[in-house]
């Protein structure tokens, strides 16, 4: 038997967008120490010198960097952003997630940012226009949460993931 068996699906529920979207606005600034850091690796290990050159094996880099981030803390529960805000991402049933799940949600989470960058591909829009646009498509896919039954974002429904209030 689960130690989570007795968990009532109110003690699953999410909480407040509000709160989860402070959380990811808070990631996205802690994540720019790592892009940072990771950036500077890349360029000093590919011998880089100009910010354009290799751009794509930088992106293909950083996606991989980001995987390992978020695939590792998913796996335990919590990224620092998470801790500060008292969130915990679990399983459907409430348990901690495996690897290849927190992998997954990591895959399914690029839906808060790929389909408005692939409808704007191959129009020629200025870099504010493209940025409102993607403001725009994230406000509007986080409202979405507000017609699950418990609240979740879409990407972890479709993961079987979950965030939880944590306890303090």
């Known amino acids: 038997m689960s130690l989570m068996a007795d968990v009532s699906t109110d003690a699953l529920k999410a909480p ?21 850091i990771s950036a500077y690796l ?26 390992i981030y978020f695939t590792w803390f998913g796996h335990k529960g919590q990224t620092l952003a ?42 020629d829009l ?3 226009e493209t940025l409102v646009i993607c403001i725009g498509w994230v406000l509007v896919w986080s409202l979405t949460s507000r017609f699950q039954a418990q609240g979740q974002f879409w990407h972890d429904i479709w993961a079987g993931t979950r965030l939880v209030s944590a306890a303090t």
């Open 126 to 128: 200025t870099g504010a």
């Open 42 to 67: 890349f360029s000093s290990l590919s011998q880089t010198r100009h910010a354009l050159d290799n751009r794509h094996g930088l992106q293909a880099f950083l996606f991989l960097i980001f995987a």
């Open 82 to 123: 998470m801790k500060t805000w008292h969130i915990r991402l679990v399983d459907a049933q409430g348990q901690p997630l495996t690897q290849m799940r927190a992998f997954g949600r990591y895959l399914l989470s690029w839906v808060w940012f790929l389909p408005p960058l692939a409808a704007l591909a191959p129009f």
């Open 16 to 36: 407040h967008l509000l709160r989860r979207l402070a959380c990811w606005l808070y990631e996205g600034l802690l994540l720019f120490g790592v892009v940072f």
